[in-house]
Structures are given as C-alpha cells and as structure tokens.
C-alpha cells in the first residue's frame, strides 16, 4: 500500500469517525459510567456468516472504575465446541482488557486511555501499524464500545458492542464488519453477579 493510498484511508477514517460522534451526540442521554460497574456473567448465540454456522459463547464481563472518570472493561469470553462442550478441541478463549478515559470536549464519550507508563512516553494507537483504535459512549442505558482496524492490505475491521443494562444485568449486541460485509453477529444475556 502506498503512503498516498494510506493517508488518503487515514484521513477517510478520521472523517468518519468524527462524523459519527458528531451525528450521536444530540441523540445521548446522560449517562453516568458508574451505573455499569460490577461484574456480569452470561453466555450468547454468534452467527458467523462466513460459514453459515452458529456458536454458543460463555460471556463474562467486568467493568470498574480507571483514574479520574474513566473506566476499565473486561471481557473473556470462550467459544464452546461445535457439541457445546466448555472443555477440550474446539474450545476458544479470548481475554480482552482496555482502559477509556473521558473524552474532555463530549459527554458521555470515552477514548482508549493512551499506552505508556512511568518511564515511557503515553502513545495513542496508531490504525496504519494494525493498532486498532478504540472509543465508547454512552447513550442512555447502553454503553457501546467501537474498535478500528485496518488490516494490512488497506481495508477497515470495526467492532461494535452494545451493552445494555437490563433488570437483572445487561444484554449484550456485538457485530464484526470486514470493510462492509457483516462477519459476526453475537445476541447474549447476562446477570450481574456483583
């Protein structure tokens, strides 16, 4: 890919990303991050539309807060075999941790909280190095969380999860787009377990 062609993607990316804070935030509530801390736990139903297949997936997710008004997110989540079992071949398990901090110039709207520590420079992630770039907010009862990508040939992944606090604990949406083709779809339920 060349630097032209990347940039040209960047700056697209940027546009649209701005364009889509911009276009969701008349439409947010207030929303206060503390109503989602605690610790849930639940499974869901994935559809690959790649394969045409369905997958049940253990769900458990963790949020808590980060610094001065920002918030940790944890998930794992671990995909049974094709005979459901939680245990031996086929089995898939994926731990994910990211810290937000709040985005000063928008309420409700979080971005991935900068890498770096004592000794070493705080660095935003970067697409065009595969990083993916990852911001939330909040818009009333849901929290959803986006993450960018651009894979090496040029093309975008985008993650969106929507966790939707309910009278029990929260559901949670999730879709994995390959530049406009869906991937996976994900519907779950969990109960808040502290």
Known sequence: MTFQRASHFLTLA???VAAMLVTALPAMAQGDITRFYGSYVGSGTAERMDTKTTEQRDLDVQLGPFKDKGFSLEWITVVRSSTGERAGEGVKRREVSEKFIPY?????VFIDAPSGGLFSKAELPNPLKGEPM?????NGDTLTVYSMAITKSGESELQVYHRTLT???MSVTFLRMHD???????????????
């Open 134 to 138: 990852r911001w939330a907010a909040i």
């Open 14 to 16: 940027t546009v649209a």
């Open 104 to 108: 000063e110039e928008r309420k409700n």
């Open 167 to 169: 009278e029990k604990g």
């Open 180 to 194: 406009e083709t869906v991937l996976v779809r994900l519907t779950g339920d969990l109960v808040k377990a502290r």
